[in-house]
């Protein structure tokens, strides 16, 4: 096995366990969708209110030394008040996250349409179809759940469930054929 196809095994690894942390995420926002963003935006929350709390600390205890590069007070108060935030508009959290997730799905899928291209050039065999057809179904999974401001949080746990099977699937199947992709 040359280095490039020990490089590939081992993305795939991680690609796979990838998606059964999407899965896992899917499978919790099915079961209970609205308690998770509001247990998600309080923790977002806290935090931010900790390191808010922590950097005017930190302030107060340089005792103003280097005042000309000194921004704890002002970052502390910014954390202080984005963690407030976070806590009371818990919506916005949620549609916060169906974009991140939504453009995180959409750049795998890239990827991924971008891999069934080159599989093709280097493989006579017809692989790279289940790949591509793959890509197409994430990419619209993706591209759903970040125009759609309706998307309850169960549908988007059931498309992270569907992008991460998906993903799986092609990840194996790739992993599958890579060393006959690079026989030639």
């Known amino acids: ?41 309080y923790i977002l929350g806290t935090i931010l209110i900790i390191i808010g709390i922590g950097k ?3 302030f107060v205890s340089s005792k103003g030394e280097y005042d000309l590069y000194q921004y704890d007070m002002i970052l502390g108060i910014f954390a202080i008040i984005l963690g407030i935030v976070a806590i009371i508009y818990n919506d916005a959290i949620a549609t916060l996250i169906n974009i991140i997730i ?19 050039k280097q493989s006579d065999k017809n692989i790279w179809i289940p790949i591509l057809v793959l890509a197409l179904i994430m990419l619209v999974c993706g591209i759903f759940i970040i ?5 309850i949080v169960t549908t988007m746990g059931i498309v992270l469930l569907i992008y991460s099977i998906i993903d799986i699937i092609e990840e194996i ?12």
């Open 147 to 151: 125009f759609n401001k309706e998307v």
């Open 1 to 41: 096995m040359n280095y490039l196809e020990k490089i590939f095994k081992k993305t795939g690894w991680l690609s796979i366990l990838i998606s059964l942390v999407f899965a896992l995420i899917g499978g919790i926002l099915i079961w209970k969708p609205n308690e998770i963003i509001t247990i998600l935006s």
């Open 173 to 184: 199947i790739f992993m599958r054929e890579v060393n006959s992709i690079y026989e030639k």
């Open 56 to 58: 005017i600390i930190h």
């Open 102 to 120: 939504g453009m995180w799905i959409t750049y795998t899928a890239l990827i991924r349409l971008s891999v069934a291209i080159k599989v093709k």
